[in-house]
């Protein structure tokens, strides 16, 4: 079975500095997608970014980048120029055989 | 993107009774899944709803403790039977809009048993 790790239960940065969230998992599947989704107090789950395995480059999405790095089965995500409606709770999750497997997620303060 | 709603949005239950959570999408889809948010936890995929089949449930979740319905392409419920203060949680549905794998969530329905 796939699991997915955080291993920063909190992490916390100053607005308009950069931080980054890691990610591990485990998996014996060659083809399979990695997502970053963001839970800020209102429950919504919101798709920040996403990366599928066969490609090199890391994806990009504004503010937002992934460094993946396929052998070391990671997957994390730089935020740049933090801002206040950053604060949330961040998931990763691991996209393979048909379903979603999520991380205990990473809770993220912005520091005024 | 989709709008996709639920309902109701919240509800404080007594154990024992049944709670039917309705999750409606703007746009046809294929396939439809409903997760388990306990307090301060991860989600949990509870089960994976296709128009036209049965759900296929996860390990530790059962249709008769979480039957599911999916009678046509843009609605599906979640009943969360005989409740107890254990099956307190977010329960949340999500739908692959354009088969790449991508899922998109609703907002949510915080559930209280008390």
């Known amino acids: 079975a796939q699991t997915v790790t955080q291993s920063q239960p909190e992490m916390s940065v100053q607005e308009a500095e950069t931080v980054t969230l890691s990610c591990t998992y485990d998996?014996?599947?060659?083809?399979?997608?990695l997502f970053w989704y963001k839970q800020p107090p209102s429950r919504q789950m919101i798709l920040v970014i996403r990366?599928?395995?066969?490609?090199?480059q890391n994806a990009t999405e504004n503010r937002f980048s992934v460094n993946f790095q396929k052998a070391a089965k990671s997957f994390s995500l730089k935020i740049s120029d933090s801002q206040l409606g950053d604060a949330a709770m961040y998931f990763c999750?691991?996209?393979?055989?048909?379903?979603?497997?999520f991380g205990t997620g990473t809770r993220l303060t912005i520091i005024p | 993107s989709a709008v996709i709603s639920q309902k109701p949005s919240r509800d404080i239950c007594q154990r024992g009774t049944s709670l039917t959570i309705q999750c409606q999408v703007d746009?046809?889809?294929?396939?439809m899944f409903w997760y388990r948010q306990q307090p301060g936890q991860s989600l949990t995929l509870i089960a994976t709803?296709?128009?036209?089949?049965?759900?296929?449930?996860e390990s530790g979740f059962v249709i008769d403790k979480f039957p599911i319905s999916r009678p046509n392409l843009t609605f599906s419920t979640l009943t969360v039977s005989n409740m107890s203060p254990e099956d307190s949680s977010i329960y949340l549905c999500?739908?692959?809009?354009?088969?790449?794998?991508?899922?998109?969530f609703g907002p949510g329905t915080r559930l209280t048993v008390t």
């Open positions: 990366q599928e395995a066969y490609k090199q």
């Open positions: 999750a691991y996209f393979g055989n048909e379903k979603l497997t």
């Open positions: 709803a296709n128009q036209g089949s049965e759900a296929t449930y």
């Open positions: 998996t014996s599947e060659s083809d399979y997608y």
């Open positions: 746009s046809q889809v294929t396939m």
């Open positions: 999500s739908v692959d809009l354009t088969g790449s794998y991508e899922q998109y």
